[in-house]
């Protein structure tokens, strides 16, 4: 069962998965669950993950852990739909001092925090990660 929230939903899947140390998961696919897994990876936050088109198509999501550690300490979700939250190119908060991401929606797609500030660019801030 998903909710009305999808980007939610797969925050709060990865958020479980890490705390009892399962090395994947699946989620419903969406463009926005993949972009996000992209910029996970890409962040070192996920080892790998991947379109499982079989049936309904799924996002398998491949947790990654420095010994029994995972590397995903805390997410916290934003913008949701009952309060949309968002920010212009000099105001994308840092997550704890640099040590974590934001990530957000812009006119030239989903981007951290860091690449956002980067191509001066705002949107919805849809999560942080650390």
Known sequence: MTSNDPIA???????????????????????????ISAI?????????????????????????????????????RVSRPGLRRYVG???IPRVLGGMGISIISTPRGVLSGREARRQKVGGELLAYVW
């Open 9 to 35: 939903d797969l925050l709060t899947r990865l958020r479980n998965s890490t705390r009892v140390r399962k090395a994947e998961l699946l989620v419903p696919y969406s463009r926005m669950k993949a972009d």
């Open 40 to 76: 996970l990876k890409k962040e070192g936050y996920i080892t790998d993950f991947e379109v499982k088109s079989e049936g309904k198509p799924q996002l398998r999501i491949v947790n990654k852990f420095a010994g029994k550690t995972p590397a995903i300490t805390g997410l916290k």
């Open 89 to 91: 190119a000099e105001d």
